[in-house]
């Protein structure tokens, strides 16, 4: 079956380092992929997608490419701030119905900055 | 703001006393959807309302019930909570406005069971 296997954290930086949070998929078919974060206390908010091979899906300086020929989904920052510290998830979609979809989400890579 | 609205955000009840957890959204989508999060793991899909239509996870346990009375309004119901049914549980939606993949999360309720 369809399935995300994201880096393992916690994943601790400096303010300013660059980050790379990898993430590896298994699918049937042509998923969209995605980065969800969720902040202390808050639930989940789409952070990026991306719908087909070779889409980098980008916002708030975090990109990410659908790269087909290796199935992964690396997210990339050039520069972290303290308020990028979250735990962010890798996901992908298995639409079933034309409406609705099955998400299907990684474990989750905690990140922490510090000042 | 639309948004997608769970109460209670905690919630402690006794193994085997039933707890009914709500999910209210402003959004009119159309699709309703309950994962299960427990500590460091993935959101794991318990079932979703496509409109009206219930859709159950193959592996998700009796014990969990829905209720979807209105568009706007969906409830967990956990008939006899065991320990192991202690997670936060995460409310979200789509619908055809936002594309179907794209889901907006509420802020979740913890559930802990003593």
């Known amino acids: 079956g369809n399935s995300v296997t994201q880096m393992e954290g916690p994943v601790t930086l400096s303010e300013e380092a660059f980050l790379t949070i990898n993430c590896t998929y298994t699918?049937?078919?042509?998923?969209?992929l995605f980065w969800y974060v969720q902040y202390p206390g808050e639930g989940l908010q789409l952070l990026l997608k991306?719908?087909?091979?070779?889409d980098k899906g980008s916002n708030k300086g975090f990109e990410a490419t659908y790269r087909k020929e290796t199935t992964s989904f690396h997210l990339e920052k050039g520069s972290v701030q303290v308020s990028d510290s979250a735990v962010y998830f890798c996901?992908?979609?298995?639409?079933?119905?034309?409406?609705?979809?099955?998400?299907?989400f990684g474990s989750g890579t905690r990140l922490s900055i510090r000042p | 703001d639309a948004m997608v609205i769970q109460n209670p955000r905690y919630q402690v009840t006794q193994f085997g006393k039933p707890v009914t957890l709500s999910c209210s959204q402003t959004?009119?989508?159309?699709?309703m959807y309950w994962y299960q999060q427990k500590s460091s793991q993935a959101p794991k899909l318990l079932f979703h309302?496509?409109?009206?239509?219930?859709?159950n996870e193959a592996d998700t346990p009796d014990n969990f019930q829905s209720r979807r009375p209105n568009t706007s309004f969906c409830f967990l119901d956990i008939r006899s909570p065991g320990l192991g049914d202690a997670a936060m549980y995460l409310c979200?939606?789509?619908?055809?406005?936002?594309?179907?993949?794209?889901?907006?999360f509420g802020a979740g309720s913890r559930l802990t069971v003593l």
């Open positions: 979200a939606t789509s619908g055809r406005q936002s594309g179907a993949n794209v889901l907006t």
């Open positions: 699918a049937t078919g042509y998923p969209s």
């Open positions: 991306a719908t087909k091979a070779d």
């Open positions: 996901a992908l979609s298995d639409l079933r119905y034309s409406s609705a979809s099955k998400i299907i």
């Open positions: 959004l009119n989508h159309n699709v």
């Open positions: 309302y496509y409109d009206k239509d219930f859709n």
